[in-house]
């Protein structure tokens, strides 16, 4: 099939499953009403992400009953319920409450916002937005400017992520960043929480933690070692375990006490790329890895690598419930379609803009596959064989593709272009100085 032909279909296929995934309280997660017929916080907005590249104004609508529906919900201490089933009210237990949901929940105002400058909406929802950003503060048990995270307590609902987790902080610096952004929009009367750490802050945190440079570990590891230890982070960590990670060409994808994950998380790693939390040469290195060791292959693009094996540190025995966190599936290796929309946008965010028209053209391919028919948009599919795995007709797929594709079209990032623009002069300051000791940004 002609690339043309073959990605204006998978666009209008698309389509179809966003506009299937509509409801009057906002985007269900699967079209399927045997996949994901709630109102999942985290998936909504990613839909919503989608929706924002189509300019279509009922998924923009959609987007904006998400929110409405985040906000009824909401509990007396700020949390954004993980799900919730908008015919019932039944509001999931089955993972208890997931951090990454207030998160998404201050970055999708911010999204309504720059794309409809309805300030009433906004102001009608602030206490709220307050109230979810004074619960995400209280997950920082020791207070050290990064959110601790319990295992498993994010979208890799059934992975040994724990503590200090990238993919979480990371959204952490962009709710904050959209947060200042937002208050800016509202009258001078407007009431405004004043967080315990800046934006500039914690980009910083994550830098110094979760960036492992050999440069400073040769060079300035005791400068780098106080430093840690005056903001309370896990110095531990990088002191006990030196011997073994000297250096890593991505973000490490969690870090605890004297324990860290080895290996790289792509969702962390590429929202660090397109939040700007990531520095030209630490995305160049992220890129670069993740071609190399095959993260987009068969399809675009695996959840981690390499994947954890039984017998190995970071594996847990739960792993083997229903059979989905085997090597090379689900969370634990498995290729997330959703995340390779993220993957393509990181690629025009970087310029290597070849690349990005190469992957989103096998990200079609990917979405073509199915089980039962062509053009599935299925939730995510075997890391090894390419075979589909998860349910079908799932909304971030087909949101996901249209956003990557409207990038390879205009190289625009809706969302992070604005996050970007509002990036603290600190935050560019510091890795200035980083890029320096760094030593540039050639290959890995």
């Known amino acids: 099939m002609n690339p043309t032909t073959h990605l204006g279909e998978a666009r209008r296929r698309a389509m179809d499953i966003l506009q299937n995934c509509v409801t009057p309280h906002g985007f269900r997660a699967s079209a399927l009403v045997a996949g994901y017929p709630q109102i999942w916080a985290r998936d909504s907005i990613i839909t919503f992400l989608g929706a924002a590249a189509t300019n279509d104004s009922t998924l923009i609508a959609t987007g904006r009953a998400s929110l409405e529906t985040m906000s009824a919900y909401q509990s007396q201490r700020g949390l954004i319920q993980l799900n919730v089933n908008p015919d019932t009210g039944y509001i999931s237990t089955e993972n208890a409450g997931a951090t990454d949901a207030n998160l998404w929940y201050i970055l999708g105002h911010y999204l309504y916002f720059q794309l409809t400058n309805d300030v009433e909406f906004l102001a009608n929802h602030w206490a709220s937005i307050g109230k979810a950003l004074l619960w995400l503060e209280y997950q920082d048990m020791n207070e050290c400017g990064l959110l601790e995270v319990p295992e498993a307590g994010d979208w890799m609902d059934l992975l040994a992520v724990r503590y200090n987790v990238l993919y979480d902080n990371v959204l952490y610096y962009a709710a904050m960043l959209a947060y200042e952004k937002l208050l800016t929009c509202l009258s001078e009367q407007t009431p405004a929480y004043q967080p315990f750490i800046s934006p500039a802050g914690i980009h910083e945190r994550i830098n110094l933690l979760m ?234």
């Open 211 to 444: 960036w492992i440079d050999r440069c400073w570990v040769a060079d300035h590891f005791a400068d780098h070692l106080e430093k840690l230890k005056s903001i309370r982070l896990e110095w531990f960590m990088v002191y006990h375990n030196l011997g073994t990670i000297s250096s890593r060409p991505f973000y490490l994808p969690w870090v605890a006490f004297r324990e860290y994950g080895d290996w790289c998380d792509s969702l962390g790693n590429l929202l660090a790329i397109l939040t700007g939390v990531a520095d030209g040469h630490r995305t160049e290195h992220i890129l670069r890895y993740m071609q190399q060791v095959g993260m987009a292959e068969p399809y675009p693009t695996k959840a981690i690598y390499p994947a954890i094996y039984p017998g190995e540190s970071n594996w847990r025995e739960y792993y083997r419930s229903r059979n989905l966190n085997m090597p090379h599936q689900y969370h634990n290796g498995g290729i997330w379609p959703m995340i390779g929309g993220l993957h393509v946008a990181a690629l025009v965010r970087h310029k290597w803009l070849n690349e990005a028209y190469r992957l989103l053209l096998v990200l079609a391919e990917a979405n073509y596959q199915g089980s039962e028919r062509e053009w599935e948009f299925n939730e995510w599919i075997h890391g090894r064989t390419g075979h589909p795995m998860g349910y079908a007709q799932q909304a971030w797929s087909a949101a996901m593709f249209l956003y990557a594709d409207y990038a390879v079209q205009t190289h625009k990032l809706p969302l992070f272009d604005d996050l970007l623009l509002a990036k603290p002069a600190e935050a560019v300051a510091s890795e200035d100085n980083e890029f320096t000791m760094s030593g540039g940004g050639g290959p890995v």
